[in-house]
T-cell receptor, first 117, second 111 residues
């Protein structure tokens, strides 16, 4: 069964350091999302890609967060510099989007848990 | 933007009993309402969804109901089993992909 791959699963870093997370969506899924999930809360959308283009990054703290999907396949989310409040699970998801339909279903990876000390 | 509230935050039931989780949403443009199950250490997984042109949908022991007028939808799990224990999230989406999630319900099924 196809899965969304994420790495690393766990990352511990000190504040002010740079961190990066990688995601490989399910093959053929044109839409890719990065969500942040704070402990005890639901996932919050950070950025959405359609192929290599950013569709929505309105909730991405652009002073320290960046995301790219250069070839429209895998994606990297970077935080620089990391702050204590960035400690969370970073979830990548993908979906199959057919033009003119609203499929909606998100396929999530297992996430990257970040701890900032 | 969309705001989704989910209740209760924790729910404990005996094996075999039913469990109900309720959500309300604010954006009348939302037309897609998925429910996700998240097990410890894993990402959320879709268990059932409903679109705004349908009032109820069932899949074996799981059902979802939608009241568009009142802007609320509910997840019903019958004959609960210990493996149903997990965190459940509702979400509302006014367009493809932009799902706003509730804060989750931790369901514990006691054997």
């Amino acid at each position: 069964e196809a899965e969304v791959a994420q790495s690393p699963r766990y990352k511990i870093t000190e504040k002010s350091q740079a961190v990066a997370f990688w995601c490989d969506p399910i093959s053929g899924h044109a839409t890719l999302y990065w969500y942040r999930q704070i402990l005890g809360q639901g996932p919050e959308l950070l950025v959405q890609f359609q192929d290599e283009s950013v569709v929505d990054d309105s909730q991405l703290p652009k002073d320290r967060f960046s995301a790219e999907r250069l070839k429209g396949v895998d994606s990297t989310l970077k935080i620089q510099p990391a702050e204590l409040g960035d400690s969370a699970m970073y979830l990548c998801a993908s979906s199959y989007k057919t033009v003119g339909t609203n499929t909606g279903e998100l396929f999530f990876g297992e996430g990257s848990r970040l701890t900032v000390l | 933007g969309e705001n989704v509230e989910q209740h209760p935050s924790t729910l404990s039931v005996q094996e075999g009993d039913s469990a109900v989780i309720k959500c309300t949403y604010s954006d009348s443009a939302s037309n897609y309402f998925p429910w996700y199950k998240q097990e410890l250490g894993k990402g959320p997984q879709l268990i059932i969804d409903i679109r705004s042109n349908v009032g109820e949908k069932k899949d074996q022991r799981i059902a979802v109901t939608l009241n568009k007028t009142a802007k609320h939808f509910s997840l019903h799990i019958t004959e609960t089993q210990p493996e149903d224990s997990a965190v459940y999230f509702c979400a509302a989406s006014p367009r493809a992909g932009k799902s706003t999630f509730g804060d989750g319900t931790t369901l514990t099924v006691k054997p």
